[in-house]
């Protein structure tokens, strides 16, 4: 599998995600050109680290709204026995 295109709908907007292999770049403009071809509104939040998704989806007419931080807490604890470990999310 090269790349997966997938919808959600919250109302009338469609909540768009891509996946695609970075070697296959022709995947990724045939998967987002379908997509914004489709009617109706759409909303993409795009990692920054997936690039070519965010200047291919501006070169299909949708535009920037926002952009967010998502920050993550580490919830490793180091192990003292192999056979029980506790840790809290």
């Known amino acids: 599998m090269t790349g997966c295109l997938a919808f959600d709908f919250h109302g009338r907007v469609g909540v768009g995600r891509v996946l ?5 770049p022709e995947v990724l403009a ?3 050109t379908a997509a914004c071809g489709r009617p109706g509104e759409q909303s993409w939040l795009v990692p920054d680290y997936q690039e070519p998704v965010v200047t291919t989806l501006l070169r299909n007419g949708l535009r920037e709204t926002g952009r967010y ?3 993550i807490k580490t919830v490793a604890v180091p192990v003292v ?3 029980y470990s506790m840790a809290e999310a």
């Open 69 to 71: 931080t998502m920050l």
């Open 20 to 24: 695609h292999r970075p070697d296959h």
């Open 81 to 83: 026995s192999r056979e």
């Open 30 to 32: 045939s998967l987002l």
